[in-house]
């Protein structure tokens, strides 16, 4: 199963981060000194994805702005010498043809924003990456993904999930777990944020997936559900009547950066694991334990 696509839908409002993201896309907030964005474009491109297709929505220009080249820039930093920084905007930047960007009018769910991209992905497997989840791990956790999606059958389809505390569940998208082989097994039923008390494992549905384009056709129909929302995980539980799916408990920690706290916890995640910003960083949150207790 070759997955030469991944889908960042990226039209959301970020209600949960304003005013941060009023005028600015969620997906341009800064872990460290890269925007979220780039975080997940470098991930898909290490797992070997080749067309980046995004889905945009009003107020994103600056998406799109962020995989353009500025010229200006450019001339800028070549004429001061700054090799460095000239080094680091030629490695972010996607080939030319690779990134497509299409419109969510208005953003009635992540899986209308899915959809969105149909005509772009085409009769092929292809990723879904949600832009506000990180996971700091080497390899990352769509490499993890496609790895496992290999040793699988054709028309499978794969979550990454991870475990969340029992007192948890109601929040998240949940999946039932069934025969398993190490960090990969069957999944055995899904539902959007079970009821408390409902849930069928403790296994919840991360932002990184492995679909097959059968799922179009589901959300050309796919009727709101969940906060009014056409939600991704009901056209998934109707595809999963027709075809399997496979949790990979993938390694790395997840990130919840669309939330401030764990927006928060990225930042010193992200910068701990930076050897040039480590020592100062540890010798600051020092600081401040001590004197705020
Ligand atoms: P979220 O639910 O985390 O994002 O969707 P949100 O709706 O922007 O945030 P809150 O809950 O209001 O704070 C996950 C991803 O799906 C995209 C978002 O941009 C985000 O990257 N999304 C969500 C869309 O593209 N369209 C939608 O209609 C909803």
Redesign the pocket.
């Known amino acids: 199963m070759k997955i030469r696509k991944a889908v960042?839908?990226?039209?959301?409002?970020?209600?949960?981060?304003l005013p941060a993201?009023k005028a600015m896309p969620?997906?341009m907030l800064t872990i460290v000194d890269r925007p979220l964005i780039q975080y997940v474009f470098d991930e898909a491109r290490e797992a070997g994805i080749e067309h980046f297709a995004f889905?945009t929505?009003r107020n994103k220009t600056a998406i799109e702005d962020h995989f353009d080249r500025m010229y200006e820039l450019d001339a800028t930093l070549a004429a001061r010498g700054k090799k460095t920084e000239m080094e680091i905007l030629a490695r972010d930047q996607p080939e030319a043809g690779a990134v497509s960007f299409t419109r969510?009018q208005?953003?009635?769910?992540?899986g209308?924003?899915v959809w969105c991209a149909r005509d772009i992905v085409g009769d092929e497997p292809f990723a879904v990456v949600?832009?506000?989840e990180l996971v700091l791990n080497a390899p990352g956790c769509l490499a993890q993904m496609i790895a496992a999606a290999n040793d699988l059958p054709e028309k499978s389809n794969v979550l990454a999930v991870q475990e969340v505390p029992a007192d948890q569940t109601h929040q998240y998208g949940i999946c039932g777990v069934g025969k398993r082989d190490g960090k990969i097994f069957e999944v055995d039923g899904m539902v959007e944020k079970p009821a408390k008390g409902t849930a069928p494992s403790n296994y919840s549905i991360t932002?990184r997936y492995i679909l097959q384009p059968e799922i179009f056709k589901i959300l050309a129909t796919q009727e709101r559900g969940a906060g009014g929302?056409i939600q991704l995980t009901d056209a998934m539980i109707g595809l999963s009547k027709t075809q399997k799916f496979y949790g990979v408990d993938f390694d790395g920690e997840r990130h919840d950066c669309?939330s401030k706290s764990g927006f928060l916890r990225a930042n010193i995640a992200f910068g701990m694991a930076r050897a040039d910003l480590r020592d100062g960083l540890r010798d600051d949150m020092k600081r401040y334990l001590g004197s705020k207790g």
């Open positions: 960042f839908p990226v039209a959301g409002l970020g209600t949960r981060v993201t969620k997906e889905v929505g969510q208005a953003p009635l769910g992540l209308h924003a949600l832009p506000d932002g929302e669309g």
